[in-house]
């Protein structure tokens, strides 16, 4: 007779991580528009500038980073000359305030773990942006944003004030 497996009766919980240890597991740095970043991919493709109006020089054709907003914190309003494409992973939801270049039209956009809450997000090349965690029990977001063309800091713009 052959040898049958014994049932596996046990319960496994998963224990969501903290902001900090996040942080400290994914080596995040502080962001000068607000919160915390690592780099995680940079493509092996350079684009030249001559496929790129408005950019200074080559980039890579696509970037990715980790980004973390604890609860008190949020991102200053700012613009990349690339698309910016936002990923929701764990924690709380985020609501991302985009602002069109011209005539300044804000629309918002909410990122998070339910269903009736989008997963992912895209801020056109050039419109201004701002994240916020909304309140929660994680207290922090945790995102991904990947920037095509890549980026580069020649490309962001702080707003004043």
């Given at each position: 007779?052959?040898?049958?497996?014994?049932?596996?009766?046990?319960?496994?919980?998963?224990?969501?991580?903290?902001?900090?240890?996040?942080?400290?597991?994914?080596?995040?740095?502080?962001?000068?528009?607000?919160?915390?970043?690592?780099?995680?991919?940079?493509?092996?493709?350079?684009?030249?500038?001559?496929?790129?109006?408005?950019?200074?020089?080559?980039?890579?054709?696509?970037?990715?980073?980790?980004?973390?907003?604890?609860?008190?914190?949020?991102?200053?309003?700012?613009?990349?000359?690339?698309?910016?494409?936002?990923?929701?992973?764990?924690?709380?939801?985020?609501?991302?305030?985009?602002?069109?270049?011209?005539?300044?039209?804000?629309?918002?956009l909410t990122l998070g773990p339910t269903a009736?809450?989008?997963?992912?997000?895209?801020?056109?090349?050039?419109?201004?942006?701002?994240?916020?965690?909304?309140?929660?029990?994680?207290?922090?977001?945790?995102?991904?944003?990947?920037?095509?063309?890549?980026?580069?800091?020649?490309?962001?713009?702080?707003?004043?004030?």
């Amino acid at each position: 007779m052959p040898d049958r497996a014994e049932p596996i009766n046990r319960t496994e919980t998963f224990e969501k991580p903290t902001a900090d240890e996040l942080i400290a597991r994914h080596a995040l740095q502080p962001h000068p528009e607000g919160g915390f970043y690592a780099e995680t991919w940079r493509s092996s493709i350079t684009l030249p500038p001559d496929v790129l109006p408005g950019k200074s020089g080559p980039r890579q054709a696509g970037t990715a980073i980790y980004y973390l907003l604890k609860s008190h914190q949020h991102s200053k309003p700012h613009r990349v000359s690339s698309d910016e494409l936002w990923f929701h992973l764990m924690g709380d939801p985020l609501t991302l305030r985009i602002k069109t270049p011209d005539e300044g039209r804000l629309s918002t956009l909410t990122l998070g773990p339910t269903a009736e809450l989008r997963l992912q997000a895209l801020v056109p090349a050039g419109h201004w942006q701002s994240a916020h965690p909304k309140p929660g029990p994680a207290g922090y977001s945790f995102m991904a944003c990947v920037v095509v063309p890549g980026f580069d800091f020649a490309d962001f713009e702080m707003a004043q004030g």
